[in-house]
């Protein structure tokens, strides 16, 4: 029973039967091939307007780019505490910015607030002595499985405008947002305000498949280089693009993002007792002390601690494969510890 | 008849069949996997010693970390004026080194001499008002299909020793390198001086991996920590591993690149009267006057010119996956141009 | 009555007359003057020990030189949420260092404590994931007046050592605190683990002097290459040596900062009733509410607010050469909106 | 008879009792106080223009600001191959711009011509894998001692615009140029099409002040954050606004650059068999072999050679103050040699 991470998932027997197909003949490198052309216009349909995507190798790669794009070397990149980019990613954004400083709002389910980030910017521009607030970066879902309703992302967008802020969205999980919101791609992203947004596959199913679709036409050329002199322009780039457009297709992202978030709401409804957060994608956060998560590791069960060493909290990640086998039977760990 | 690349080639069938191999059950996410595991001993194994490797998703990462790790920022990476770092990386040097500069040298097929690399040290060694020579960098095969002999590279190795320049081998064609020599890996690279070889396999029937292998162990948190903070530490790390693994296995990379050699062979004798350099590996480089390309677009083929615009010179590239009815004909092309 | 900064105040006629005397004849550029090779020799007497001395043009320079000296790229410097090199560089940490992170403390008067550091390191060391604690920065005195003493000094010195931290001293106003201290500027530092010392003079009587004092000669060459990378490497050196070597000389730069603190401590005991923090050098802290301030305006007082916008709180910093005037009465204007 | 350098020079007693003059009473800090507001209106006047100026605290700075506000990361800035900015900078523009690249031409007495930049920008236009030409730095007066006309720069400003490239223009001996043209500052800087000019004041007559003179409106902003962050706007601003302001008065940088120019004409006529370039500012370069540089040392001359080691050639800067009694004696040095 491994909810360690989605990322410890394989791939999806479509994804793979996709990449197996696009291997024949030659085919022209550095995303001029066939597959890799067709991105731009698969994803333009998806969103509803014209987009252009950049495949990159990591969601690292994808979230460290679009900051980057965002933002000047003197700015600021304005962020919650817990976000993926300033925790886990060694410092990519600021590598790739050129040392930008990540500034931290604090919020629950590890959300950001309009409110807050109008204070976080307000606070911050000081003028030429200190970082210029220049863009805004939002998880979605966020690192505490909460879920940005449209209406929240489009308030935060806002700001954004206002204060004159990019928006970015790190959509590691994004297929998982969706599906918990009920909404289109597009309402959830540009149309409340994103700029640019980090697109994966690869926790829901890909091997290896991240993308940026870029809604500001603007940054495309920017992103474009960014891109190369990082070394995330793949030569044989039909292999990553045959995953993309194997995972769009017929909707396979969201089947697989629906079984995920599903199966995660039996957890949740099992650990109702000691849930921190409200689970409402794939991932569950429970707090049932340190002997309640030493009983779920004595069951089988293996799993993240979060939060503060000793909490007794932990992170459980259901992914795209999860056997129902796994659900039931942690499902009667979960209860058998409350 | 598409000699454009051996990157427009397709994947071997070995390292399609291994990476859907491992395409089963969870693994440990992060290079943390069984396979990814192997790494480290299947390289050692090959380079008879210690080696600590690192996957990445394209050349260009690998060697941009490389430099990056073996020159301060404020340091020189010496190359040749041709090399792929220089040329076609978008600056990739740059970026990771923050701000490196490459210094070129000239040379006949695109290597350098080691009488070259002494003048052009001895010329940047100008004390805190100009960058400090920190590192060299060789191409094996070069741009020019060139091969280093081990002889050659053990002299650069020397000279960088006494100058105390880091050693980068850019090896994305090492295996046509390698068959070329008919040397042990060990013999082309540490034990002639290398500290960092960027060891490519995507050109070589790989779908998209490359490794910098390290020699020398106290440049390896410092590789590990690059690669996470660039974006290139897979989080599904078991497909990049597959894919090396069975490259490596039963010597398929010696055999795929022996086999593309052994074809360019073909190609260079029936264009004798009009090679640009030896060919040596699975680059030709033909120089028949701008007539003579056209006679053999018409003909069919497709490639690069190379060199300055309207030289007449191009650069055919034999893939891996190369039939022999593309030979046959090519050859009867080349032929027929004398 | 200018209590805003004391980098508001002329320079001392010392500095000027130095200045001045200097100037005649041909003199080597680059630091290889006369003057500027007598720096490390008074210095290392001034710090009882061998150092090496760095004049740049302002403390930014020496604060971030020495910042991106302690750390790679993908570190950690530990420092408070007020510290000047977070709020009032502009990002100059990160731009130096490639893209360093500033990881933030809490504590009372500016200062940090051996504890919170030890908390800090233990929350940031996370593996590759996370950039790694790699240094710490303090301010002497701190950016709200505070004052390590010796003990807290030596205790964040031994947390930093066991940690492998490099400890950076930000001593835009060094003067003031060894006044308060009543210490040897080597008990202060070194002796108590600081590994580089921005050793100001410009607000303490200078024209523009600000030095990196380094302790630990292994870091030598790399601030040397800093420095002339970022423009800082003065061509005729002799005027900033010169008004350095005046500073030192008869005790001119602790006489300047006694003469300071002294009336510092009139201005505070006048406001003792709404001081904010213990006024232990040239700054005073005050909290009257918004209409204490106004009331001390209206009576001709200059200085910043500072804390949250409409706190009611403000900064008086008094110059070496703050008239008694200014003083007295501005301790009547105190003492009047008690 | 010191001519190694212009730097070696002191400051003007006009800069040093400006520099005393403005040394009374408060001033408000970071180029707020009343002398730093008047360089915009004293630097728009001589420039016939609404200008920007930005004070730094050396050429250098004011060269890798000036580059890295007119290049993306990802761009080159082209140059000569003797330019001060890719040999004797320690790298600063690479540093400034976050690792862009510097491309090199060639061209007699260090200038670069119209039709080798129009060459330079078509061999690097290479799309996405190669860096994008961004920019062009020229030298006014060249490394070499060479001027360029008001025709010469306009025709390179001419293809920079057409490539859409800014020009910088490194004007260290900016005043040397200008009176050896007699042209008025504007001729020669914004209305033949440059964008950003160094001005240098230290190497005639100042202690430390050089700027960067805007004519580019929309990059103002980005100097100003680029200035601050990286330690270059000095707190106590107006002690280099007096002397930029002292050095622009009266003509005072005019009156010294045309002595100084007039001195070394007298040079260069006793050096007329063994001139190495036309000496027109305060530049000599002679190539009298080794025997006539030794002579020249045993008469009591110093000088750096220049050129390859031991090629016999060495460079004369004659500085504002240089006496005529060494003028005298280096002119007899010289016809001795002949």
Known sequence: MNFRSDNTAPAAPEIIAALTRVNAGAAAAYGEDQWS???????????ERDVRVFTVASGTAANAISAASLTPPWGAVLCHREAHIECDECGAAEFYSGGAKLVLMDGAEAKISPAALKEA?????????????????????????????????????????????????????????????????????????????SFGATKNGAIAAEAIVCFDMARAEEIARRRKRSGHLFSKGRFVAAQLLAYLEDDLWLTLAKRSNGLAAKLAEAAAPYLSHPALSNQVFIKPGKAGLAALRAGGADFYEWGPPGAGEARLVVSWNQSEADIEKMCGLLVSIR
């Open 37 to 47: 052309k067709l991105l731009d216009e698969k994803f333009s349909a998806l969103f």
């Open 121 to 197: 910017v307000a606070r911050n521009e000081r003028g030429i002595h200190s970082v210029k607030p220049a863009a805004v970066s939002v998880s979605q879902t966020t690192e505490r499985g909460g879920v940005y309703t449209v209406s929240e992302i489009s308030m935060i967008g806002q700001v954004a405008k206002e204060a004159e802020l990019g928006l970015h969205m790190d959509g590691a999980r994004f297929a998982n947002a969706v599906v918990a919101l009920g909404k289109k791609p597009a309402d959830v992203t540009w149309r409340a305000g994103v700029d640019l947004l």
